[in-house]
């Protein structure tokens, strides 16, 4: 769980040391607070769903909430007393991406070399069934105060390389607390203190060997019952399942989308089918029917079984998408990346996909697949102040979000509280809470005092695991594989 309590602490901060204004080099104007319970005003080209807005702002209170939106002068009256933060010409103030499935534990970790699009269906590579080489799994990295130091270690460069690619919320089993928010089923003390959220991530519905023990049956053209769980899952925990996670030609995948289908028509919860590929045109129609969402990871898709979801024919239904980008082993290193295979995956259909219509899949939609999206996923009164700020580099600013670079990430907040902040904007966070890091522009704020953590530790610790802002290495997103 993301703990953000020095929010006040920092405004006082501002105020004391307002003589920092001068040291800002970013085109943003800031002013400190005369008033430390005022709270920040944000001026920026603000994204909000119904679209773009220039020369707005954002009012962040000092309990980490959006207290209000809305043109950056209108604010500025209101709220004369609260610090400034005046980017309005020079920047886009987004929601963080909710990334609506990870696999936190192992995604620190590398592409197997053997890795290939060869594979019918996700038990293959699983076990090495059909003759198909076998995928080691990564061993899952854990937390625990006073436990390896290591493991720590990757789940941090784990979760700031999602932030710096623009994400604030992770949804998937695992992770690392008071660094980004992470959502999951609360089952122990452990999670208490992980996960900020819940929604039942399910990575295996209906058999842990589904190619099998249902191939068999499938083949002979018998119906198949899978008797998916949500294991025992409260009611208002969306049920986020892998389904389909094999090549629309393979029996039982079909088979393991129709059974979800008829078990969403229940209606009893919020229902997401993550992966899909198997999913045709007339399954997209009952997704759109009974409210299922789609998580698409088209990258893991395309470096795993070489094709991936009907993109043309689920866009073409008004099925809601979410993008979401799996695990390192075989998917994209961050949000951005998902959104590049994206593009890529509807070019290859003949789609021209927006950039305004990847960014509602990085945040509203993924809030909505989560069951969340009155909290998260949107720029909206009385929701957490989860944001990032970016350079503007072009007359779309939804395209800036995506296109910008860690030099170009200006701040981040979640709950309120900086956790990347450029250079000359260290001020957003407590004196001396900011630390740099080799090679990456922005500054990491809040996270490593608590952790006992230096930058030469981490660096140290961190140094097999996947780099916080070089992609060179993830998977390749091949639509012609």
Not at 9 to 28: I, K, N, P, Q, Y
Not at 174 to 202: C, K
């Amino acid at each position: 769980m993301v703990v953000r309590a020095a929010w006040k602490f920092c405004l006082a901060a501002l105020v004391a040391f307002g003589a920092f204004a001068d040291e800002v080099a970013t085109d943003c104007v800031f002013t400190a607070a005369t008033n430390a319970d005022a709270g920040l005003l944000v001026g920026a080209t603000v994204l909000l769903p119904e679209g773009p807005r220039p020369g707005h702002g954002v009012h962040v209170r000092i309990n980490g909430k959006v207290g209000a939106v809305a043109p950056f002068d209108k604010l500025l009256a209101t709220y004369p007393d609260a610090g400034v933060l005046d980017c309005r010409d020079a920047a886009v103030l987004s929601p963080g991406f909710v990334n609506a499935h990870e696999h936190p534990a192992y995604s620190y970790a590398f592409p197997h070399p053997d890795r290939n699009p060869g594979y019918e269906h996700r038990d293959e590579w699983r076990f090495g069934l059909n003759g198909k080489p076998e995928l080691t799994v990564p061993e899952p990295m854990t937390h625990v105060s006073g436990g390896d130091p290591a493991a720590t270690a990757r789940l941090v460069a784990m979760e700031l390389r999602h932030l710096i690619g623009g994400a604030t919320l992770l949804a998937g089993p695992g992770g690392m607390p008071g660094v980004i928010r992470n959502v999951g089923l609360q089952e122990s003390a452990e999670h208490l203190a992980l996960y900020d959220a819940e929604a039942d991530m399910d990575t295996f519905p209906f058999s842990f060997r589904a190619l099998e023990e249902l191939a068999p049956t499938c083949a002979a053209g018998e119906p198949i019952e899978l008797a998916a769980t949500t294991g025992g899952a409260p009611a208002y925990a969306a049920h986020v399942a892998h389904v389909g996670e094999g090549r629309a030609s393979n029996c039982v995948a079909r088979q393991e989308v129709a059974r979800f289908l008829a078990l969403a028509r229940q209606g009893d919860r919020r229902y997401s089918l993550v992966h899909g590929v198997a999913t045709s045109a007339s399954y997209f129609e009952a997704m759109r029917e009974h409210d299922v969402t789609l998580v698409w990871s088209p990258r893991s898709n395309f470096s795993l079984y070489g094709e991936t979801v009907d993109i043309a024919a689920a866009l073409d239904s008004g099925v809601r998408i979410a993008l979401a980008t799996d695990w390192s082993p075989s998917g994209s290193f961050t949000m951005k990346e998902e959104a590049r295979c994206a593009r890529r995956a509807t070019s290859k259909a003949g789609v021209a996909l927006p950039w305004r219509t990847l960014w509602r899949m990085a945040t509203l939609h993924g809030a909505y697949a989560l069951g969340l999206e009155r909290r998260f996923g949107a720029i909206a009164a009385g929701a957490p102040a989860d944001m990032v700020l970016v350079r503007s580099a072009s007359a779309d600013p939804h395209r800036d979000v995506f296109a910008a670079s860690d030099h170009d990430v200006l701040a981040s907040w979640i709950g309120g509280e900086a956790t990347l902040a450029a250079a000359s904007l260290e001020g957003l966070a407590p004196m001396g809470a900011c630390v740099a890091l080799a090679g990456l522009a922005p500054r990491v704020c809040g996270i490593f005092a608590p952790l006992g953590l230096t930058p030469s530790r981490f660096a140290q610790l961190a140094a097999d695991s996947v780099p916080l802002n070089d992609m060179t290495r993830q998977a390749p997103c091949d639509p012609d594989a």
